[in-house]
DNA sequence: ATCCATTTGTGCGTATGTATG
DNA sequence: CCATACATACGCACAAATGGA
């Protein structure tokens, strides 16, 4: 009932998070390990297989390599900052100082599509299921590290009425704003996030290790008469963090200075 | 350079993302795959563990065991709803009602601890690390399944003001509004949000699957003068959405009825 | 209450392939 | 070209959980 691969995995686990094993660092081989336990080589595997499944540990192939305690980088998204109804201002733009403020060199592609509908989008975007939409798909990445996919949906007729959403690049003044100005006032949006593990498309997309969850947020933006977009926003989620900042903003940043500050 | 247990896997995902394989249905048992594709156990095992990982099987042992199809119900948490600086309402209170609402059974379990601060939450609570200060830890579940950890840490300073956040039993008109009414207005927070693998600690306190992500969910909340608590909420990733609803809400209600709804 | 059949869980030994320095 | 270290696959054995006869 033990099971000695747990064992060696929990025995592993506790050396990383205890911080004996610091990340960068590589663990015994596998041949160590086995000398050690004195167990076979799969056993020695299924252990490691539980550390690469919770995100803790790397394998590397090759000569010099070997397994080793993953590293972690942290990129703040403020969520409630970006494209906020009433300060207008460039989604991209926002993103790309966001990113520089953090230190990290920020770049994207754009690629646009028309898609059907599936049954999430739909129903959230207020069309049928299998109705055309304009698919504005931008893969974000930091340092060259693709970091984020985002996916915005529009409604068709919306898109024949501001055809800017047809180009297939980026919108200098953002879309909200570029929406604002043809009459459609983004006045509210609702955010829905949660955690997942990637799908094979993702694995690809955002050169997931194993082991990596994802964020999955959706966004359902608001004018005063319709629905105008949904954003599907895919992070990995080893590398990123979600921020929301709510109340009186103005006060906690009068009375607090530059506080909420960036955390490790 | 293929991968055999790639390959079955893959076929298999296929074949429950494309809905062949519905929820709760079962896999081939590991014989018939074995069979199937003229392969070894070893190999059959190693493509379901993909799939097990990704969060998409479940393994049960015994005679009508098998390999099934996980179903995943989601339980929303509107995380911009509760406890509003200006809308006060009770914390318990209000989750409560919003668990009902959605037509489960919730119930919940109250620890209280003092600890000694670790870095992340000493850094956010703006005490030194080490330090002592209040922990009431909160389990909620929902028809007697957990699904959340909540941990808010309080200040010892605070607590000795504010005698009840000492008492190990739920405070009835829940903490925001009980400091409020002692003078510690909270008028903002800062919600940090991320994705995870789950420790040991969460897979045993929130009975969690493999391939089961967590969402870790750090609030800071603030008054006009200081930091008044930190909470840390740790979901079961595969059984709830995070929901926030920001800009002119009421505009949002007026015009659009009870909209944003549920959504499946 | 016992025993049996089914199905997954754990572990061993071995062989060969692949990536890297 | 070789040595190192992980990747993949085969075959075997026994244990543990569960449900039915």
Redesign the pocket.
Known sequence: ???????IAAQLRDQITSGQLRPGA?????????AQ????????????AHLVNEGLVR?????????VVRERVTLTYHASRAEQPDGLRSESDGYFTEVRDQGFEPSQTFELRLVMLETAIADRLEQEEGVTAVLRRCVRSVNHEPTSIQDSYYPMDLAEQVRELMSPADIPQGTTRLLAERGHLQIAFTDELEARMPTPEDVALLRLGQGTPVIRYLRTAFTRERVVRVTVTTFAGDRNRVVYTLGDVAALEREHGRRPKQHP
Chains 1, 2 share one sequence.
């Open positions: 009932m033990s099971g000695l691969a747990r064992g590589k663990l015994p081989t596998e041949d160590q390990l086995i336990h004195g167990v076979s080589r799969n056993t020695v595997r299924g252990a490691v394998r590397v192939v090759g000569r010099d390599g070997g397994m």
